[in-house]
């Protein structure tokens, strides 16, 4: 094997969910080089490639779908506040979670929805309708946690959306439109 496709394996093996662009940051090569020994290694078996939520991600195999699926969702710098939230604080509802991490309801629906939908946090609804958040998979959840750190363009997208969320909320609050 190559000392190309070594590199780019041990990359993925060290950054879980990393996904194309990011990788292409982070080395030395071309992008054309690289998506030539990723398509080698995903057919060799020794990378597994799943789209998740617009972007294409890349892991070891030994990671299975809940886990890639968490993985992917953990590379965002505000489901990680949640989640680490979460561990921490369950169970709550939806609205201390919003205002204690400071960020829109709206921000944390859009990143709940994903949460839920990949089996990582529980909505419960109380006999009032009322809703409360718990992690699905505590004991899974938290060993993931250390595998991923969001990458500063990540981040920037997530603060970036948090602050537009933000502004938009208090003008819907003030009735301006």
């Known amino acids: 094997m190559s000392d190309t496709r070594d590199q780019i394996r041990a990359h993925v093996r060290s950054n879980a969910g990393i996904h194309f662009n990011e990788l292409v940051r982070e080395s030395a090569y071309a992008p054309g080089q690289i998506q030539y020994h990723i398509r080698r290694l995903i057919d060799?078996?020794?990378?597994?490639?799943?789209?998740?939520?617009?972007?294409t991600h890349y892991y070891p195999p030994a990671y299975d779908a809940w886990e890639?699926?968490?993985l992917a969702l953990f590379r965002r710098?505000?489901?990680?506040?949640?989640?680490?939230?979460?561990?921490?604080?369950?169970?709550?509802?939806?609205?201390?979670?919003?205002?204690?991490?400071?960020?829109?309801?709206?921000?944390?629906?859009y990143h709940l929805d994903h949460l839920v939908e990949r089996?990582?946090?529980?909505?419960?609804?109380?006999?009032?309708?009322?809703?409360t958040l718990s992690l699905?998979?505590?004991?899974?959840?938290a060993p993931l946690l250390s595998d991923v750190t969001p990458t500063v363009p990540d981040r920037l997208v997530d603060r970036f959306t948090?602050?537009?969320d933000g502004l938009l909320e208090g003008t819907s609050s003030s009735g301006q439109t």
Not at 136 to 141: D, I, K, V, Y
């Open 44 to 55: 060799a078996g020794d990378l597994v490639r799943e789209e998740c939520y617009g972007q």
């Open 162 to 164: 948090r602050l537009v």
């Open 68 to 70: 890639r699926g968490a």
């Open 119 to 131: 089996e990582i946090v529980d909505k419960t609804y109380d006999e009032r309708n009322r809703v």
């Open 77 to 109: 710098e505000t489901v990680r506040e949640v989640v680490v939230y979460l561990i921490e604080h369950e169970p709550c509802r939806p609205a201390t979670v919003a205002e204690d991490l400071e960020i829109a309801r709206s921000t944390l629906e």
């Open 136 to 141: 699905a998979n505590p004991e899974r959840t």
